[in-house]
């Protein structure tokens, strides 16, 4: 469970919110490239950062991030083939990837559409450990995105699933009942690894979750996954905007 307070920002629109995550990608990418030469990102999907991904696409131009030393990672995934409108490597793939300088041999989709999801999983896990540079244990991302769904999951992380409990794997597929389908995930052990994580939530229909995990009288706490992000040695900021904030008190 989260202990240490995660970093707040609220910007007024979901477009600033999303300008402000842009900014602190970019940040990231430079200072990881300039400290260890690399930056591993994993990115999220769902439709919150679509803008963010369009607004990081548009800023290439002006931009001066090492794109070419970033290596793209994805932090869950549907069950579905690449190109399918739900997948969401698909998505960040047209939003953004199609319109940075990342080199594809840098870019690493979840085989989602394996039909054995569980050696799926294994495969991305063993790909995880040999390309992200550990500290000794744990694979450590340089950015982890995520966002925040109705119900407080994140990544494919979902209330009441034996993946919330996880210590040992580092990506998993179950099966999620309410959805009727498969997932792949990335589960805590990996997320609280990381040197940053970073979660955006926008919008009217995440007041709820957001006042469930941030605010002085959030409900049903330790059944809300996202609350179970609370990195090892690494920072964790939340931006919303004010919408998704309304019913905390910064
Ligand atoms: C996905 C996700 C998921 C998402 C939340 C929020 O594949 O759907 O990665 O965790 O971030 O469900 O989704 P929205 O941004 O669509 O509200």
């Given at each position: 469970m989260a202990s240490q307070k995660p970093e707040t920002i609220v910007k007024a629109t979901a477009e600033d919110a999303a300008a402000a995550a842009a900014e602190l990608i970019k940040a990231v990418v430079?200072?990881?490239?300039?400290?260890?030469?690399?930056?591993?990102?994993?990115?999220?999907?769902?439709?919150?950062?679509?803008?963010?991904?369009?607004?990081?696409?548009?800023?290439?131009?002006?931009?001066?991030?090492?794109?070419?030393?970033?290596?793209?990672?994805?932090?869950?995934?549907?069950?579905?083939?690449?190109?399918?409108?739900?997948?969401?490597?698909?998505?960040?793939?047209?939003?953004?990837?199609?319109?940075?300088?990342?080199?594809?041999?840098?870019?690493?989709?979840?085989?989602?559409?394996?039909?054995?999801?569980?050696?799926?999983?294994?495969?991305?896990?063993?790909?995880?450990?040999?390309?992200?540079p550990s500290d000794g244990m744990l694979p450590r991302f340089d950015l982890i995105l995520l966002g925040l769904g109705t119900d407080g999951h994140t990544a494919s992380l979902f209330p009441h699933t034996a993946a919330l409990t996880e210590v040992r794997r580092l990506v998993l597929s179950q099966y999620v009942p309410f959805l009727g389908r498969k997932r792949m995930t990335f589960t805590f052990p990996l997320i609280n690894a990381a040197r940053h994580v970073v979660m955006l939530a926008t919008g009217e229909d995440k007041t709820g979750p957001v006042a469930d995990l941030l605010g002085p009288h959030g409900r049903h706490r330790e059944e809300l996954p996202a609350a179970r992000v609370n990195p090892t040695d690494g920072r964790f900021t939340i931006i919303l905007d004010e919408a998704a904030a309304r019913r905390i008190s910064n």
């Open positions: 430079r200072e990881s490239v300039a400290e260890r030469g690399r930056c591993h990102l994993a990115l999220a999907g769902g439709t919150t950062p679509h803008l963010l991904y369009k607004m990081l696409a548009r800023g290439v131009v002006t931009g001066d991030v090492p794109w070419q030393d970033v290596e793209v990672f994805f932090s869950d995934e549907r069950d579905v083939p690449p190109d399918h409108i739900e997948s969401n490597y698909g998505m960040i793939q047209r939003a953004l990837l199609d319109n940075l300088p990342v080199p594809p041999n840098h870019i690493h989709p979840m085989p989602a559409d394996w039909l054995n999801l569980d050696a799926a999983a294994e495969e991305y896990e063993r790909a995880i450990r040999a390309l992200v």
